[in-house]
């Protein structure tokens, strides 16, 4: 059973629309962390969501952590090419992260 | 200067050969892992070692040998190389509390086992 379900799998947009991603489990969190990978790269740490019902903005993407701090979502405005990537929801433990299995999403110019 | 590299980027070899992956960090982190990402792009931790010693040890072959000879190095050995083996593996290091300051990767090695 996958600790965090992410949707959708895949999403190919055009360049300026809008797009919700949504991570979601049925364990609680102490903190829920988002990270974005590149072809050829590492994921990155976009942001770290901690207090249920939070929402912290980074330029275009807003993030938010369920109250009941079970869910995350990461919405994107005017999506652009650079925005490609894989889009991992993660869980940080003890010694190790568990992932979802991502969202990859395409922005077409 | 980059956080934490990986070496070699890619590496092709045959089945049974013995292969190593090196990995480094600069940031001063007392824990580092490694991860594969298989063609799904789903990463799994492997391994994790905290000040050289190992704290995790998830379900992998024993063909699959860590060694961290200090704080800062990582290096994954594997022995008799087989086809699935094949994947992209990250190495990652991180502060004490990964939950709030997350986890810097590596580029990953991807490792083509023909």
């Known amino acids: 059973t996958q600790l965090l379900e992410q949707s959708p799998q895949f999403l190919s947009i055009q360049e300026g629309e809008n797009l919700t991603v949504y991570c979601n489990s049925s364990?609680?969190?102490?903190?829920l962390q988002w990270y974005r990978q590149e072809p050829g790269e590492g994921p990155v740490l976009l942001v770290t969501?901690?207090?249920?019902?939070e929402v912290k903005k980074l330029k275009r993407l807003t993030f938010q952590f369920g109250d009941a701090r079970k869910d995350s979502s990461l919405h994107i405005t005017a999506a652009q090419p650079g925005d490609t990537g894989l889009y991992l929801c993660?869980?940080?433990?003890?010694?190790?992260?568990?992932f979802g299995k991502g969202t990859k999403l395409s922005v077409i110019p | 200067d980059t956080a934490v590299s990986q070496t070699p980027k890619y590496l092709v070899t045959q089945m049974g050969n013995d292969k190593s992956i090196k990995c480094e960090q600069n940031l001063g982190h007392d824990t580092m892992y490694w991860y594969k990402q298989d063609s799904k792009k789903f990463l799994k931790i492997m391994f994790s070692?905290?000040?050289?010693?190992?704290?995790i040890n998830e379900t992998v072959p024993n063909r699959f040998s860590p060694k961290s000879p200090d704080k800062a190095h990582l290096n994954l050995h594997i022995n008799s190389l087989e086809l699935g083996d094949s994947a992209v593996y990250f190495c990652?290091?991180?502060?004490?509390?990964?939950?709030?300051?997350?986890?810097?990767f590596g580029s990953g090695t991807r490792l083509t086992v023909v």
């Open positions: 969501v901690v207090t249920g019902g």
């Open positions: 990652a290091s991180s502060q004490v509390t990964p939950g709030l300051y997350g986890y810097t």
């Open positions: 070692y905290n000040n050289k010693e190992l704290i």
């Open positions: 993660v869980w940080a433990g003890s010694y190790q992260l568990t």
């Open positions: 364990s609680v969190f102490s903190s």
